[in-house]
């Protein structure tokens, strides 16, 4: 069966400092990867997904960057952070299939306090 | 463009009795998925039940069940014989097909079980 990792659980980073977030995918190969991040109180706002090795697209220009370096590896990175940085990141996973019934199956989160 | 309307931020529902989720949609499309997720209070994202924009039955997932009103554009989730451990946030989502990879949220819909 197909699980999905992510660390760390939480983080309090300084304003300024460098960011790093880290979701590995298990029991698949080549899966669509997806990075969320989620206000207190709010939905879920797509920040970057990828369909495979080095392809990133931006859905929301922002302070934050993704690279997937391997195939079931997907990392949320930031230079410097910002307050508004602050929130609860979420990546997914989904089959390459592209069948319409495909859901995203998400990973336990990172909480992130940017102080 | 998408999108997800909640119009309901939080509900309150005795343990045993049933609950409807209002959720509506808006899209230009005729192919779409909708999906609903459930986030206890640890904050993961756990996928429910799905429902396709051409699927002649209302799905159905054990206790849940979708009441889909294509000409309404209405999805709503309707939980039966609730239990305490239905507790959380509900999350209505919409994906478009054919290649779109964006998965659009609503803001959610708190629910809180009384025993």
């Known amino acids: 069966s197909q699980t999905i990792h992510q660390w760390p659980a939480t983080l309090v980073q300084p304003v300024g400092s460098p960011l790093s977030l880290e979701c590995t995918v298990e029991g698949t190969s080549n899966p669509n990867l997806y990075w969320y991040r989620q206000a207190a109180g709010r939905g879920l706002q797509l920040l970057f997904y990828?369909?495979?090795?080095?392809?990133i697209s931006s859905e929301v220009p922002q302070n934050l960057s993704a690279s997937r370096p391997q195939d079931r590896q997907f990392i949320l990175s930031s230079k410097k952070l910002l307050l508004s940085d602050s929130g609860f990141y979420l990546c997914a996973w989904r089959s390459h299939r592209d069948s319409r019934r495909d859901t995203q199956y998400f990973g336990p989160g990172t909480r992130l306090t940017v102080l | 463009a998408q999108k997800i309307t909640q119009t309901q931020p939080g509900m309150f529902v005795q343990e045993k009795e049933a609950v409807t989720l209002d959720c509506t949609y808006d899209?230009?499309?005729?192919?779409?998925?909708l999906f609903w997720y459930k986030q206890p209070s640890s904050g993961e994202m756990i996928f429910l039940i799905y429902?396709?924009?051409?699927?002649?039955q209302n799905a159905t997932e054990g206790r849940y069940s979708l009441n889909f009103q294509k000409a309404r554009k209405s999805a709503n989730l309707v939980i039966s014989a609730s239990q305490l451990g239905d507790s959380a946030m509900y999350f209505c989502?919409?994906?478009?097909?054919?290649?779109?990879?964006?998965?659009?949220f609503g803001t959610g819909t708190r629910l809180t079980i009384i025993p």
């Open positions: 989502a919409m994906r478009e097909d054919f290649g779109n990879e964006k998965l659009t």
């Open positions: 899209t230009s499309d005729q192919s779409y998925g």
């Open positions: 990828s369909v495979g090795i080095g392809q």
């Open positions: 429902q396709g924009s051409y699927d002649e």
